[in-house]
């Protein structure tokens, strides 16, 4: 596992649970707005070896109920199955933050009990990613991955970064069909410190209040519960 970040601890990550995230290094899309640039294009060697995490783990189990596994984007890494299942034998929970681009992973996870939180960035429409994940990624895997996510069984939540121009209200009628029936779908704003590609954006990326209750009042008829955070 290769690993870029560690917060050692966190409140609000794992709904609910006090936990750690753990930031995996790689990812297979380029969002412009993406915060975490060091992760996506990593130039320096890893944040800290797996040993050194579980080492960390170990000395709080008493402390912490969760690890988060976020990214970069964590299905990407050959050895994640491992590296659940060895966060669970040490009673932890495990919540998986995905883009979405690989439905496989996701489902082996699921199928093996290795995961027991799983949040997915729709970033726009499915039809609408190419400027954010390149010409390779089918619309059909963004919707089997939802799909898949929400028929789980399993605790989860959808999340759009709403930066315009990828997000607008066409693009959160598109999602909010696709996730309808989904316990959670939290609508992000999008500040403009750290993007990894701010030269992208020839308009203001960021969407200002009133269109975000907007775009709630289009989505929250359509899920349990719909916040903008
Ligand atoms: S925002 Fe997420 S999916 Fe997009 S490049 Fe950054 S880590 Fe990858």
Redesign the pocket.
Known sequence: MRIGGLQKISAIDYPGRVGCVVFTVG?????P?????D??RPKGPDFMSEADFFAFLSERTHFLDGVSI????PCLQPDLADFCAKIKEMGFLVKLDT?G?LPGVTAGLIKKHLVDYIAM?V?TAPERYEP??GPGLSPDTLVQSIDLIKNSGLPCEFRT?CVRPFVDEAAVHRIADLVAGAPLYVLQHCGKERM?DPEFFDQDPVIGAEEMERFKNIAQNRVERCIIR
């Open positions: 990812c297979n899309y380029h969002c707005y993406c915060h975490n640039p992760l996506v976020t990214g970069g984007e883009n681009s960035d970033k954010l994940a970064t990894l």
